[in-house]
């Protein structure tokens, strides 16, 4: 019965995820270095499924940049196995005491670090998501089910596959990692309420897929990932530093989370600061949709920006401006427009900078550099599972800590209250 | 519109913790200082209003046990403002620095305990709670809308009234403190959908409150509180210890949600061990649902245990009882009923109790001690909002450090990707 399927798949993910928890680090390894293994040695066989996805997406009419997300050649299988290599050498989150004492009356308390569970990643159409999503959740000891955009089926069904065969070998419960090949919108919902069988659902992609799983899920989630990342350039900013920021942040990578997607611009060096960006930019063809002041500095090129443009996450070589009367101005469209994820303010006055990164509600405030750098690679947690945009467990990059959750022990010897 | 008052509130509150977020620990103890004084001072007040509360629920025919829960005297106001003054006494969680590193390019990253922003309370009828959680939430920063019990309505409305006037006093934005006057289920429904607004969700109350805020709830939840803890006699259990500690854990205070709802006897010392718990529990007029082997044991007294008292959270003078064959059966037992709150094993033997602790899926996980231990004061985090039953953010007793988020603030001079 088709229909069942995500309850059937719930059901043995819980169950592999019990026997996880009592599983030592040296046999996760051993089982991701056969994974690692197994990518390369069967990579002709994962292309062979990957040009069936390819090959349908072409006919479907998909679009150019989402067949190149698509699309896996033997050197990026080769970088997804040494992905999974990195993950082996990163520290075991389980089993570590992150605090414990001895209450007066002889109790011991440690709070230790346990797998979540089961972990739901839903997310689109990059295969390589499927195999970091599954080592990372490996590495921490908790069963994934996987439930990846239906563009790349047949490229997720091999790979996770060969993910499950290099368990068994390394005897583990190949159900530590499972994949919903059911990809209706009913099956998917169900599994967003699948609370007796998934701890914690973390979505991955683009706002339209992290809203459904926020309004539909019971399960808990972490939303991740949506960026309408601003640099507000202050009036004290130096202006070359600033050009330098805003065209890395704009222009680096326009399709990942953290790069900049809306610029302000403090009315006293506006003159000066944006015919240099725009000059940046135009190295680029980076489309401006610019307020009044903007286009009267920048004249007939710039796109007259509306709401729509100063809340959009383009993703693209295209960028919102807008001229500020100062910093308050700056703060308070911050405030409409973020998705809570990176802010930046390009400055030389410390009041300013204290006053930004104490007032701008965001994951990740900077002074004086790009918004770019907001990475678990970055920031030094060696992998990511995805950049959470909200509050509640994790902010900013999450690495394997916190795919983690904590269980108190406490020992003693008959004592009552 | 009554029917937009929440959206007000929610506006308000989100404004209020703005403000909030660049407030300084001596201003809030002043305010919470105030809130003290004023619960003192306008203690007559306050009486009367709870009388109006008492009056209709004795007219509703609410039980005595609810009653007793609603009804304040001035001891016990005098208890909600001692409370409150040891909130002061607690360390601020705000801006604390968690952690923070200087990248090899020069940049500086600090990750630093910030606010949430604005909390939402949905409980049920103590008015304590009203007091308890607006000055933890006053204290971390966070602004929060209180959404009571409406047996408690006149109650509430002037605690929220004199906390606003001291918030006034002492400086603050009196929205800080919200209350929710339209209780209509419509309403409540909409609070627990006001992403815009709301940071994070905390029910407080039965199952039956938690579940309903779980399924409908689109802003982040924290469930809390409830308990179908188990005690475990295993073979090889101190008989005299295991009967002190399940009698503490069921009979000490049954109300609570870190009491003992469920004993679980291993086969080869259930003939000993029943009789004497059943003679302990008896001076507290306990009533017992067994299995079979119970009943055999104990005789007439013992009503049948059907699965619906194995999964019931009693918060009575009753305790459903199983004999088990071993550990790997109290274990699965365990699995299928725990609510993952508190679990105990009464044991001597090392390697069981390394194996429970192991696997038991619990926030607490109890060798030889009682599960009433399960509490913020206890565990010496001073005063607690709740205690999490999940395993996102926070798991277990939750204080003010588990009502922040962190900020990463990454501060350079220029550094671009």
């Known amino acids: 019965m088709a229909s069942e399927l995500i309850y059937e798949l719930g059901h043995r993910a819980k169950c592999a995820s019990a026997s996880l928890a009592v599983v030592g680090t040296a046999q996760k390894n051993r089982a991701l270095l056969l994974i690692a293994e197994e990518l390369e040695a069967r990579s002709g066989a994962v292309l062979a499924e990957n040009e069936k996805d390819v090959q ?7 679009s150019q940049v989402m067949i190149d997300r698509l699309r896996l050649s033997e050197a990026r299988i080769r970088d997804i196995a040494q992905a999974v290599r990195h993950v082996v050498d990163l520290e075991d989150p389980v089993g570590v005491v992150d605090h414990g004492r001895t209450l007066p009356n002889g109790l011991n308390i440690l709070c230790k670090r346990v797998p979540m569970g089961v972990v739901g990643m839903i997310y689109e159409s990059r295969p390589n998501v499927t195999v970091d999503a599954a080592a990372l959740c490996l590495k921490s000891s908790n069963a994934v089910i996987l439930r990846g955009g239906k563009e790349a089926i047949h490229t997720n069904i091999i790979l996770v596959e060969l993910m499950r065969s290099a368990l068994a070998k390394a005897g583990l419960d190949p159900d530590c990692i499972c994949l919903l090949t059911e990809l209706s919108r009913e099956e998917t919902v169900k599994m967003m309420k699948m609370n007796e069988y998934l701890d914690v659902l973390i979505p991955r992609g683009g706002a339209g897929l992290i809203q459904t799983v926020v309004q539909n899920a019971t399960v808990p989630v972490i939303e991740t990932g949506v960026g309408n990342c601003h640099v507000y350039v202050d009036a004290s900013a130096d202006l070359e530093m600033a050009v330098r920021i805003a065209d890395n942040a704009k222009t680096s990578r326009p399709s ?11 009315k006293d060096i506006a003159a000066a600061f944006l015919p240099k960006a725009a000059a940046a930019f135009a190295a680029h063809d980076v489309v401006i949709y610019g307020c009044d002041r903007t286009r009267e500095i920048l004249g007939g090129k710039v796109l007259k920006a509306t709401p729509a443009e100063y809340a959009k996450e383009f993703l693209d070589y295209k960028v919102s401006v807008r001229v500020v009367d100062d910093l308050e101005q700056a703060i308070e469209h911050i405030a409409q427009y973020t998705t809570h994820h990176s802010e930046c303010i390009v400055t030389n006055s410390y009041q300013n900078a204290q006053e930004f990164t104490a007032r701008v509600d965001a994951a990740a405030v900077y002074v004086n550099a790009s918004t770019r750098y907001t990475d678990g690679g970055e920031f030094g947690l060696g992998a990511e ?6 509050k ?3 902010r900013g990059p999450m690495g394997l800590r916190e795919l983690t959750t904590v269980k108190y022990i406490v020992t003693g010897n008959g004592q009552i209250r």
């Open 56 to 62: 349908a997406a072409a006919e479907h009419g998909i």
């Open 392 to 394: 509640l467990h994790a």
């Open 385 to 390: 599972i995805g950049i959470s945009t909200q």
């Open 256 to 266: 990942v989370c953290n790069a900049c997607e809306s610029l302000l611009v403090h």
